[in-house]
């Protein structure tokens, strides 16, 4: 049984729709060459970063498979055999604050003796989020599991910005 766990694309779709945008301007712009090369080479660089993002978004999953876990994005893969596996941990915590607003990093992380898969959770659904931690929990036998993880199991998500309630 193989089960795949892919992004959600609400999160991301403003960034995604912009990039879009940006990049078609630039097309457009290079096509009718009415504008400067400063002007195409900005419009060339959104073009390159919407195609970055939609990639991103299009390869990055979770991948469940009878003995492992595989967490793939644009970067590479990490696989982790659930036998492996000797702590779950979840965590929610403020990356930054800055005149943007509040950064928080949302993710889970998979340790064995050697090695560690470090998994952002943010752009995932509630549901699926609760059923990585559900399947963690019957799977990773001998592992340790944090009470974050077993409260997403029940669909209760961490939050950076208030504590959860038991």
Do not use: W
């Amino acid at each position: 049984m193989k089960i795949i766990l892919k992004q959600e694309l609400a999160g991301r779709i403003f960034l995604i729709f912009f990039s879009f945008l940006f990049s078609s301007v630039a097309v457009y712009s290079i096509i009718k060459g009415k504008t400067s090369l400063s002007t195409n080479i900005v419009m060339c660089l959104f073009a390159i970063v919407f195609i970055i993002l939609l990639a991103n978004y299009l390869i990055t999953s979770i991948i469940i498979e009878d003995s492992r876990i595989t967490y793939k994005n644009l970067y590479g893969s990490r696989t982790m055999n659930f036998a492996e596996v000797i702590r779950v941990e979840s965590k929610a915590r403020i990356d930054s604050i800055n005149l943007h607003g509040v950064h928080a990093k949302y993710t889970t992380t998979l340790y064995s003796s050697s090695a560690k898969i470090e998994i952002p959770i943010k752009s995932f659904s509630r549901k699926d989020l609760a059923e990585l931690a559900l399947i963690l929990m019957i799977r990773c036998t001998k592992a340790m599991i944090d009470d974050t993880t077993q409260q997403m199991a029940q669909g209760k998500m961490p939050s950076a910005f208030f504590k959860n309630k038991k």
